[in-house]
């Protein structure tokens, strides 16, 4: 019988299985920030229960941690103690913690890659949404509340109904690949399949455009799942995955062995039967950017802003949506894209704060000077993205065009730490929701890639990248 | 279990307007109750009643993973949120913590329903009594394993 990666992952990991009824799942690793775990440990402690595997657990501090000097003490109480807690958690349950002052800090999603700690064919978990960027080296990944994180801490596995199977293929090769990125391939199909045109499925992106991504782009494709509605979304790993991982401090001692077994076991058999499937062509996709409040109500860059009743499609609801998102955003239908301008720029996020994402955005800026009315941010994802990054120069590069360089973490993706957007503020942001008043109370957001964010920052307004020499 | 209703028409209510960001860092369930709803409609806290009903469109609770959605409507005094669908995170939170019941219903009960009608839930029977209308919905029966969730009170009761 043939299976697709998804099926044979699941498989591999079903402890317990009913007939038509949910199955127990066994989790390989399960991340751990400050936000989502306290009360998952307030009730561990309450049950006199333990951390059932502490070494597959791993913690860091991303969400509300500052992104300003880290010699200085944290100013918001609040946020102070979320760490605080975090720190006494691990210490007690005896789990890995990278704190704020360690050199693998960072975004949860980022750093648990470059540890290696992210392997194919494993279960992830963690109490957050975007932890479906693992699915980018074959893993199953998929974020979690806070009372699952509770159960899987006590139990190191979670009750699940099996999800559907969904195939969507990316052909064909991208015209340019610097200014068409692998933001703009997820943006343009969330824009398609709508934020819920994924719900109860795992989705596996295929096809050329998929397998010519870098691992850090396939990371930015996987990531962004969740606002397609999935439960999970997984590319199959290959060379790319098994150099990528090689080497990093937490893959298994017998790498060279699990290479083998993830080359002949992690791949859709031929002819394996999905769900539901749809073809993406890559050479049509353009540089994308959000204009609306949710990540589907994307647009290309050389259109304009829609009139609400040419995006609703006869569809009141949708109609009703549009219009309420253009006042919050306060844009006129018929607007150029290219017209719009900006208050911020935010290069940053589980999204795009890799390293790779500030090499591309680097190339757009060097040797410009950011628009006297915007103020621009990077921020790297990890201490160890910004340590490489450094060693690159960028930071300078960054800083002489008068970006601000600061230190890792979540910062104004959720808007929790003090970087966020005042009320009627415009950014261009490498994140990924654009959700009302998710950067800041008022904050108006524009979904878009580093390079997009970077010209934007330069020229104070969209820019069709692919018109730039960045090569 | 019987309640008024307070009507959102509308899709994509995301976890982000339910509970905004900043309020992530409060650990208290009462103070989080306050912030509820604080990013869609700022009257929420004033107008919210013990044992409200919301009723809301597609794709409830989308974005976050985030727990604190579903704590602070159940410490609002919200017991049932009825929408056309739910995201998966979401759904899960509510059940898992035994916060609030998510019920999906169909388009033509959530077009029927209004703003502060009161309505009467039977799970037993899937049905959902519109008692200001004298009217009669269906709703969608739980999942298997949501139903087994609710019926023990939460994940950590539940045994299969």
């Known amino acids: 019988m043939t299976k697709t990666l998804f099926e044979k992952i699941w498989d591999s990991h079903v402890v317990v299985e009913q007939k038509d009824g949910p199955s127990l799942l066994y989790v390989d690793r399960h991340l751990v920030h400050e936000v989502t775990s306290p009360q998952a440990f307030d009730g561990l402690r309450m049950n006199k229960r333990k951390v059932r595997r502490p070494d597959l657990t791993f913690a860091t501090v991303d969400h509300n941690v500052p992104t300003s000097d880290r010699s200085l003490p ?45 392997i194919p064919g494993a279960t992830i978990v963690c109490g957050d949404s975007h932890t479906s960027t693992h699915g980018a080296f074959g893993a199953l990944a ?73 691992m850090e782009q396939r990371m930015t494709v996987c990531n962004m799942s969740i606002e397609g509605g999935a439960r999970a979304g997984l590319i199959a790993p290959d060379e790319k995955t098994f150099q990528y991982l090689k080497g990093r401090q937490y893959v298994p001692k017998n790498y060279d062995e699990c290479v083998d077994y993830w080359q002949k076991n992690l791949k859709s058999d031929r002819g394996a039967d999905f769900d539901k499937s749809i073809t993406f062509h890559a050479d049509k996709i353009s540089p994308q950017v959000s204009w609306g409040t949710n990540p589907a109500m994307t647009t290309n860059v050389t259109d304009t802003v829609p009139f609400p009743e040419e995006y609703a499609k006869g569809n009141p609801d949708e109609e009703k949506a549009a219009i309420k998102a253009l006042q919050y955003m306060n844009l006129k239908p018929g607007t150029y894209i290219t017209d719009i301008s900006l208050d911020r720029v935010f290069i940053g996020s589980c999204t795009n704060s890799r390293l790779e994402d500030l090499i591309e955005a680097s ?30 120069g960028l930071d300078k590069i960054f800083k002489d065009a008068n970006f601000e360089w600061r230190e890792s973490g979540c910062s104004m993706c959720l808007g929790m730490n003090p970087d966020i957007l005042a009320a009627g503020e415009r950014c261009a942001s490498t994140s990924n929701r654009n959700f009302e008043g998710r950067q800041g109370a008022g904050g108006r957001t524009h979904l878009v890639s580093p390079v997009m964010a970077a010209a934007a920052a330069i020229s104070g307004h969209f820019v069709d990248v692919r018109e730039l020499d960045l090569n | 279990m019987k309640g008024s209703v307070i009507k959102y028409e509308k899709d994509n209510i995301d976890t982000d307007v339910i509970l905004p960001g900043p309020y992530l860092k409060i650990h208290d369930y009462n103070e989080l109750a306050k912030h509820a709803m604080e990013g869609l409609d700022k009257d929420f806290h004033s107008k919210v009643k013990n044992g409200d009903f919301i009723v809301a469109g597609r794709n409830f609770g989308c974005g976050s993973s985030r727990e604190h959605a579903p704590i602070a409507l159940a410490y609002s005094g919200i017991k049932a949120v009825l929408a056309l669908s739910f995201a998966r995170i979401f759904y899960r939170n509510a059940v898992d913590g035994a916060f609030l019941l998510p019920i999906e219903i169909d388009e033509k009960s959530y077009k029927s329903i209004s703003d502060k009608d009161i309505l009467e839930i039977v799970t037993e029977k899937n049905e959902i009594k519109n008692l200001t209308k004298n009217q009669i919905y269906s709703m969608k029966p739980f999942p298997e394993l949501i139903g087994k969730i609710i019926a023990a009170g939460g994940l950590f009761n539940y045994k299969p």
């Open chain 1, 363 to 392: 190339k757009v800026i060097e040797g410009k000077k950011v628009s006297p009315k915007v103020r621009a941010m990077v921020v790297p994802g990890s201490q160890l993205v910004k340590k490489q990054a450094e060693e690159l």
């Open chain 1, 142 to 214: 998929f974020g979690i509340g806070t009372s699952d994180v509770e159960h899987v801490l006590a139990t190191q596995c979670l009750w699940m109904d099996r999800p559907k199977t969904f195939e969507i293929r990316v052909e064909g090769k991208r015209k340019n690949v610097h200014a068409v990125t692998a933001k703009d391939i997820i943006l343009s199909i969330i824009r398609q399949m709508g934020t819920s045109g994924g719900a109860g499925t795992v989705i596996e992106y295929r096809g050329q455009a998929i397998t010519d991504l870098t």
């Open chain 1, 74 to 118: 944290i100013i918001d109480q609040i946020s102070a103690k979320q760490i605080q807690v975090l720190e006494t958690n691990c210490k007690n349950f005896g789990i890995q913690l990278f704190d704020i002052h360690s050199p693998n800090q960072g975004i949860v999603h980022v750093i648990g890659p470059e540890l290696g700690i992210t």
